[in-house]
DNA sequence: GTTGACCTTCCAGTGCAGGGGAAGGTCAAC
DNA sequence: GTTGACCTTCCCCTGCACTGGAAGGTCAAC
């Protein structure tokens, strides 16, 4: 198949497939005799590894380890355990220093509230941020 | 003052307060006769402010419409209210997003947890991600 | 008069994941 | 035989907030 059906049927473009080659996510394929790729549907799991791996919030470098992994007949499963639990205090990192910037944002929010005007001082720009 | 002298006090780099005058957050300042840019302590609340905001999660751009407002003889008040508003109603959904993801990918781990090498299989890259 | 620290402008690069568009080749249908 | 959709490579652009470095000018101290 040429590489927009491809694009298609992975729910991608064909700019971003040709980037993933370039970027080594996906091996280069057969060549028509015309010069145009020609894939077969069996790239199709890997495409949607690569979505997986991007929903999950990784990084098309990380995603390539794995793949890189699987290339060379390893099977991943020990970097990808360790690879969620990275993610996973990432995560948890991320979501405590927002949850904190939000407690922050809500008080000055709250005191932006009763303000007026009249009350406000340009010295420092704005008093309530 | 000179740059470098101001850049120390407040905190940041001469390169990081060029680019600020570039960008409109600092207004142009006087010159010596050398041509070196020339500040006065005045300007280290309107850093300030600047460093607040970025502390708040708003961006430049955001930032430069306060100092606008302000410098055009208003009060912000009612755009920064406007701009608080939106960066919660922004942090609770990017916190709600980060949180089901954080346990979708806390059950990816707990699955992979009982898996071993050679239950994997290659067809799709990884079954865990 | 020279060293070294500072300043000036300008250009280019960083990371991330592509997108836009030019210039040209190919293919199937009409 | 021509139209239109598709393909190829190539290079630059996006947003964000800077950062690095080159080439040259300035200033105070020694």
Do not use: N, W
Request: proline share 2%.
């Amino acid at each position: 198949m040429r590489i927009g059906e491809l694009a298609q049927a992975a729910g991608t473009t064909a700019k971003t497939l040709r980037f993933y080659e370039e970027r080594g996510l996906l091996p280069e394929t057969g060549r028509t005799l015309s010069g145009y790729r020609d894939y077969t549907r069996g790239v199709l799991p890997r495409l949607d590894f690569i979505h997986r791996g991007q929903a999950a919030g990784f990084t098309l470098a990380q995603i390539k380890q794995v793949l890189d992994i699987r290339d060379d007949g390893h099977a991943p499963c020990t970097h990808v355990r360790d690879l969620l639990d990275q993610r996973l205090a990432d995560l948890d990192a991320q979501i405590r220093s927002l949850t904190a910037l939000r407690a922050t944002i809500g008080d000055l929010r709250r005191r932006a509230d009763v303000a007026t005007d009249s009350h406000c001082r340009a010295d420092s720009v704005c008093q309530y941020l």
